[in-house]
């Protein structure tokens, strides 16, 4: 190795932020192996870099004894002190061992080296910046789909939408680009693996906060998101503003901030509610669009019974219950849901 390798290794430093001192270290590590391989293993050497020419030397490590059983570990006391009359027993001689053909291994060595370092290097700027970005929306372009996984082209790296976050009934196409929440940030061996989401009900959060200024400024907060990917969301928000109505904000003028974010989710229906701290009035809110006549909770058992017109009962009871289903899921309570003439006869009964 020569003073250009040197030189290379400082841009390197500069370009990819690996110090020169991890190549170094990475280096004399992989000479020694390299050393066993070729020269024989029994010995105890260690490498030396010049890290200012580049010139690599190694030396064999031999425990100074009286009598000499194993030659490659050890050497005499009288031999030792021909070299240097200061040695004593037990002491450490280091006795130069460099192969004439040498700098070829280390030479070879070293470019692996270093490209594993490069390699290793890059993924972790991949992963430092990705883990700090969990819980995020990012844009990505369909890279290929392979038994159901679908791989996302993130600029920097890829990420991998498994078929548990997908959107049922959702088609995913090569070149397409899609909106795509980062679920989690994982180091693995083959470098730093991004696991995406399609049907997290952080996917819908993030949207508003997009599409939302008031959400993004912080002025109206999301309490509350239930979901059920690829049909139906409710969303419960309230303003920190008395002048801003936080339905309104995030409707927006004739619907269009909520219907570009129903456009982004392939028409899912989406409910949003104003959160309110009385209990009563937030899951009367919460089983919108249906009416409700009446609220009566157990704040013990968490648990409240919802009376509604007869008319309204599969409204607000929904499809398969996916109303009621979601409500309860928004409020964290149990709700048993009525039509207002089964409770009157509950009553008389």
Avoid at 69 to 96: C, M, R, T
Avoid at 129 to 146: D, P, Y
Avoid at 165 to 174: A, D, K, L, S
Avoid at 312 to 339: F, H, M, V
Wanted: charged share 30%.
């Amino acid at each position: 190795m020569k003073a250009e390798f040197i030189q290379a290794l400082e841009e390197i430093e500069k370009e990819k932020g690996i110090s020169k001192d991890t190549i170094f270290d990475a280096l004399e590590s992989a000479l020694i192996s390299g050393y066993k391989k070729n020269f024989g293993s029994s010995q105890n050497v260690e490498v030396e870099i010049d890290k200012n020419t580049g010139s690599v030397k190694v030396y064999a490590n031999k425990t100074v004894v009286e009598n000499v059983s194993n030659k490659l570990l050890e050497i005499g006391l009288e031999e030792a002190q021909e070299i240097d009359s200061k040695y004593e027993i037990d002491d450490i001689v280091k006795i130069e061992v460099t192969p004439k053909n040498f700098g070829r291994i280390a030479a070879q060595t070293s470019k692996q080296v270093v490209m594993q370092k490069i390699k290793e290097a890059e993924r972790e700027v991949v992963y430092e910046e990705f883990v700090n970005r969990e819980n995020e929306i990012v844009t990505g372009m369909i890279q290929r789909i392979s038994k159901n996984m679908v791989y996302i082209d993130l600029g920097k790296t890829e990420g991998v939408l498994p078929p548990s976050e997908q959107i049922e009934g959702e088609r995913y196409e090569q070149g397409d680009r899609i909106k795509v929440y980062i679920l989690e940030v994982k180091k693995t061996t083959k470098g730093p693996q991004i696991v995406l989401s399609r049907s997290h009900p952080g996917l819908v959060k993030r949207l508003f906060e997009l599409e939302v200024p008031e959400i993004h400024d912080g002025v109206v907060d999301v309490y509350a998101i239930s979901r059920e990917a690829g049909s139906r969301t409710k969303i419960a928000v309230y303003s920190k503003d008395d002048n801003v109505d936080p339905v309104g904000a995030c409707v927006g003028f004739k619907g269009s901030r909520v219907k570009a974010i129903v456009e982004e989710l392939n028409g899912e229906k989406i409910d949003i509610v104003i959160w309110n701290k009385d209990m009563e009035k937030f899951i009367a809110n919460s089983l919108s669009p249906s009416q409700v006549l009446m609220v009566d909770v157990d704040e013990r058992e968490k648990s409240a019974l919802v009376v509604v017109p007869d008319y309204q009962l599969s409204l607000a009871i929904g499809k398969e219950g996916q109303n009621a289903r979601l409500a309860a899921k928004l409020t964290n309570w149990k709700i048993d849901i009525k039509s207002e003439s089964q409770y009157e006869t509950e009553i008389k009964e």
